[in-house]
């Protein structure tokens, strides 16, 4: 199997699962790590992007099962208990700042989804 190539000399990638597998414009959830990240895919392009999968408001590991959309021009999640929306491209908490998640690097190659944790 062959890896892409990394952003960085440090950076370190994870196959998480072919493409094709994450309906569009939903989430699933991968262990990276002892990690639990939240990847989803997004729009006709195809899009993928990966940020922790606990919400730190609800103190549950969620967030690959929220509702994908905007607001605005910033992508998010939905949390699916308590509706905080996280921003997927920063991890942001629009509602809660403080509760904030990281967001890591992901994309595709050779027809995978890869994310650097």
Not at 51 to 71: E, K, M, Q, T
Request: aromatic share 8%.
């Amino acid at each position: 199997m062959s890896q892409p190539a990394p952003l960085s000399a440090s950076a370190s990638w994870t196959a998480i699962c072919p493409l094709r597998d994450i309906v569009p414009n939903t989430g699933v959830c991968a262990l990276v790590n002892d990690a639990q990240i939240a990847v989803f895919r997004v729009g006709a392009d195809d899009q993928v992007f990966a940020i922790a999968n606990y919400d730190p408001n609800a103190d549950a590991a969620v967030l690959s099962r929220g509702l994908v959309g905007n607001l605005g021009d910033r992508l998010v999640v939905a949390s699916p208990i308590y509706k905080h929306h996280f921003d997927l491209r920063t991890g942001e908490c629009l509602e809660a700042p403080e509760h904030s998640v990281p967001a890591y690097p992901a994309r595709v190659y050779d027809g995978k989804v890869w994310v650097s944790a």
